[in-house]
């Protein structure tokens, strides 16, 4: 049975500007937001969806039931708040849905600093949040044809790096374009090596200057400059950074011990048998993961086990078996998990990543 679905759709003022061009020209005054409401919804009996507004359009093309859940996101605007307001209101008359509307601080565009400074970083907060509390009962969508075209590329960037279809349509335009969950990959390496500062950034807002750049040499900066913005003598996550943070927490959560050694220090110890090179390519693979502390050794075959976790003790050993090898190639490796439960979640991270 298909999930139902649950729509990020930003919002724009169309639904208003589409009834008079300047109907927000006038200050917001008492009394003065009631009658631009009733002439906007005044405008709309009658009118066809896709004329209403390019949030009504896109919604009518995706397709929209009483099961849907919608999510406005309004730019920190009174007159970005009022069409969100209308806009919900129209949706639940319309199709019996559920709908929310949450206002992003910092989000507009008069003020450019302002809008790189919080309302970015707020408005991808928000989205990864939503995605976090929805994903698991709802197929969740992005349609960020409405609002600020400032936002789109970044929400592009959460479909792509949360595995979330991005649905989009042209205001002029009848066509839906639809982006499939397509995942792309990123530099885990560079993460796994500042991973401890940036949990620092995440849970400190920022940490000085010297601080994150300590052990990182001169030569290789370009590579992490990607992740953080530096204002003054302190460092903070940018906007890239934000993304690529929580989608690499997904992958690696912070709370799980790391291994202190890096790759090439870490141990594989493998017995001289029948398919050594086919274990040893895979552990030099499995010392990657910041969870793994070494090799082990080798477990004999076990050509009849259909389940790549064979065993997990209390003390982070995990016995793996490569199920899709005929003779059934096996290995032990030593985690950091420091209880059987935490060595359950490393299993499950590693049967994820190399689909084992």
């Not at 298909?2 to 639904?15: H, L, M, V, Y």
């Not at 307001?85 to 450019?112: F, H, M, N, T």
């Not at 291994?259 to 030099?284: F, N, T, V």
Request: proline share 4%; charged share 30%.
């Amino acid at each position: 049975m298909a999930k139902p679905k649950f729509i990020i759709s930003t919002t724009g003022t169309s639904i208003g500007t589409n009834v008079r061009k300047n109907i927000f020209g006038q200050c917001f005054r008492e009394g003065t937001t009631d009658r631009i409401s009733s002439e906007i919804k005044k405008s709309l009996e009658g009118k066809d969806i896709d004329s209403i507004s390019a949030e009504t359009k896109s919604l009518h093309k995706i397709g929209i039931d009483s099961s849907t859940k919608i999510a406005f996101i309004h730019t920190d605007t009174e007159d970005g708040k009022l069409c969100a307001e209308i806009l919900r209101d129209w949706c639940k008359e319309q199709w019996g849905c559920s709908v929310y509307i949450y206002g992003v601080k910092g989000l507009q565009i008069k003020d450019a600093g302002l809008f790189a400074r919080e309302g970015l970083k707020n408005y991808l907060r928000l989205c990864i949040d939503l995605i976090e509390k929805y994903s698991l009962n709802h197929e969740v969508i992005l349609n960020p044809t409405g609002g600020f075209k400032g936002i789109v590329p970044y929400t592009t960037l959460i479909g792509m790096l949360f595995s979330k279809s991005i649905y989009y349509i042209f205001e002029r335009s009848d066509a839906l374009i639809k982006l499939p969950a397509i995942p792309i990959n990123y530099d885990e390496e560079i993460l796994d090596r500042c991973a401890e500062k940036l949990k620092r950034i995440d849970n400190e807002t920022a940490i000085t200057y010297d601080e994150f750049w300590r052990g990182i040499d001169y030569y290789e900066k370009e590579r992490f400059m990607p992740l953080i913005e530096e204002e003054g003598k302190a460092v903070s996550l940018s906007p890239i950074g934000i993304l690529l943070w929580e989608r690499y927490k997904k992958d690696f959560p912070p709370y799980l011990h790391r291994s202190e050694k890096r790759p090439e220090d870490k141990r594989i110890i493998l017995r001289d048998d029948h398919g050594k090179d086919i274990l040893m390519h895979w552990a030099r693979r499995l010392i990657n993961i910041p969870y793994i502390e070494e090799v082990v050794n080798s477990l004999p075959f076990n050509p009849a086990a259909t389940k790549p976790i064979k065993r997990i003790t209390e003390d982070g050993l995990i016995e793996l078996v490569l199920t899709k090898t005929d003779a059934g190639y096996g290995m032990v490796v030593k985690t950091t998990g420091r209880d059987e439960k935490e060595t359950h979640e490393i299993a499950n991270i590693l049967i994820a990543r190399y689909a084992l």
